[in-house]
């Protein structure tokens, strides 16, 4: 049974990355789907797909996106949904900027969190819809290596885990009828960096973004893939990428030596 025909779903940071390759295969998998993005998003060959802008750190901006989507597609009820924009900065809490600190943490957790306060009642509505938060390999571990501090970016995303994991108790209690899914990819070929340096209005540096993404063991749509066949198996914890299995496995024998570089 194809788990995605005739469903609606929305995926938020669908402009480039992980985001664009789940509109596409949501699409191909039968689904209407519905992204957002803080810039314009791409024309789409697939449809049926709309386009919507918004900033998910701005809750406002969140529930007229929420309110366009249920018109746009004629729904009261929304099937699935992607809490997927992110960004990356706030490297240091002791010596970097506060403002940029605090704009990391907006998007990757006040993003989640004001996206899932707006959705959560079409989710419900739907009958059997599935929330999908993701996390990242530094949900669980906080550093980039030695040298690399990463603290906004880890605290949001220890914070969406967290939120993610207490929600499967809570809609066991209150929303039988929804299921959540935690996501937890290691390095993935996105655009990030990019996004990210122009997102905080620091320019692009292309050849780093390009170095990130072409490193990486594990391609966006390969990503994709990873997660819609996890969803459909019913899976509610998937990791993408041999290095987030492995960190995991380390983090959870070890604890205590999770950054102790010689023990990596």
């Known amino acids: 049974m194809n788990t995605y025909a005739g469903k609606l779903a929305v995926v938020t940071g669908g402009g480039s990355g992980m985001g664009r390759e789940l509109v596409r295969q949501l699409a191909a998998r039968g689904c209407s789907v519905a992204t957002c993005d803080w810039r ?9 797909i709309t386009n919507h802008r918004c900033d998910v750190s701005d809750e406002a901006q969140v529930r007229r996106f929420r309110d366009e989507v249920l018109a746009a597609h004629a729904s009261d009820h929304v099937d699935f949904f992607f809490n997927n924009a992110g960004i990356g900065g706030g490297g240091s809490f002791v010596t970097g900027s506060r403002e940029e600190w605090e704009r990391t943490f907006a998007v990757d957790w006040w993003g989640v969190y004001h996206c899932t306060r707006a959705f959560l009642p079409p989710l419900i509505a739907s009958g059997d819809g599935v929330l999908v938060n993701t996390s990242s390999v530094n949900g669980f571990w906080a550093s980039l ?10 605290t949001a995303k220890f914070a969406v885990k967290g939120f ?32 990210s340096l122009r997102f905080h209005g620091l320019g692009e540096l292309a050849e780093i973004n390009d170095a990130f993404r072409e490193s990486a063991p594990v391609s966006a749509a390969q990503a994709a893939t990873i997660i819609l066949d996890g969803i459909a198996a019913g899976a509610w914890r998937i990791l993408v990428g041999e290095d987030a299995a492995l960190i995991d496995a380390h983090v959870r024998a070890k604890p205590d030596a999770a950054y102790d570089w010689l023990c990596l």
């Open 40 to 48: 314009d998003l791409p024309e789409w060959h697939e449809a049926p």
């Open 145 to 154: 290596g030695p040298g690399h501090p990463n603290t906004a970016y880890s």
């Open 164 to 195: 993610t994991e207490a929600l499967v108790e809570d809609l066991r209690v209150h929303a039988p009828q929804l299921r959540v899914v935690l996501v937890l990819p290691g390095h993935v070929g996105t655009d990030i960096v990019g996004n």
